[in-house]
């Protein structure tokens, strides 16, 4: 397994330019990171200069100041630039905990570039619909999945937690996903606002009835139960 604890801030950035420049923390088994906060920031140009922190066991990660965790999709006239946390299939649960009031912003980027058929910018229902998988794709997203056992996100001392679609291309969106058959539960009351993006993004509705490639704000458990507890709730159009 792999655990970091940092005495600082944790900043991760994808590349400026050129391609296949990510920035990453990765492991294939279980991770725990710690640190007073994490921002994660997608490449502000080239192609696949994503930033993200991966576990493909289970992972837990903790904050324990005002700043939290900030999530930010990338920009450019190129594709693939997004920002995530991920829990992939592998097993275990995900657990995120903020502590000291801290904030949770995930902002959707900005990229204008497209490409087709590529299944690393598309979920699996959207790769397997052969109209949805032919639609262009930029993939500046800001995200937080869960692929196995149960997600879970704790506000220890209330907090805020901000959800801003993006701009631009297509599915350039900003979530909180989770695509596993467990639980979804966010904690804590935060206080809770969903914007939805400024322009861009495309209504195409997948054969499974979803819409993969807005530029929308959402908090996503289509196989899990759902339980969200915050202070307030606001959702807001483009």
């Known amino acids: 397994g792999q655990t970091i604890v940092a005495t600082g801030q944790i900043t991760i950035t994808g590349g400026g330019g050129g391609t296949d420049n990510p920035a990453r923390i ?14 994660l920031t997608g490449g502000a140009g ?77 979920p699996a229902a959207c790769a397997s ?36 679609g993006g701009s631009g291309g297509n599915a350039n969106k900003a979530f909180i996903s989770n695509s596993a058959a467990g639980s979804q539960t966010i904690a804590g009351l935060p206080a809770i606002t969903l914007t939805g993006g400024s322009s861009g993004g495309n209504n195409y509705q997948t054969t499974d009835t979803f819409h993969y490639l807005r530029n929308n704000a959402s908090i996503f458990s289509p196989s899990g139960a759902q339980d969200i507890s915050g202070t307030s709730l606001t959702i807001l159009g483009a």
């Open 129 to 164: 619909d052969p109209a949805c998988f032919a639609k262009p794709v930029t993939g500046d997203w800001a995200g937080i999945s869960s692929s196995a056992g149960n997600q879970l996100i704790t506000f220890q001392a209330a907090g805020t937690l901000s959800i801003t």
């Open 46 to 122: 080239g192609t696949y200069n994503h930033a993200q922190i991966y576990s493909d066991g289970d992972q837990q990660i903790s904050t324990s100041t005002p700043a939290g965790i900030t999530i930010q999709g990338g920009a450019g006239t190129s594709y693939g630039n997004y920002a995530q946390i991920r829990h992939d299939s592998g097993g275990g649960d995900q657990a995120i905990s903020v502590y000291g009031g801290g904030a949770v912003a995930l902002l959707a980027g900005s990229g204008s570039g497209t490409t087709t058929s590529n299944p690393n910018l598309v």
């Open 26 to 39: 990765i492991s294939l088994g279980t991770q725990n990171i710690s640190a007073p906060s994490m921002t």
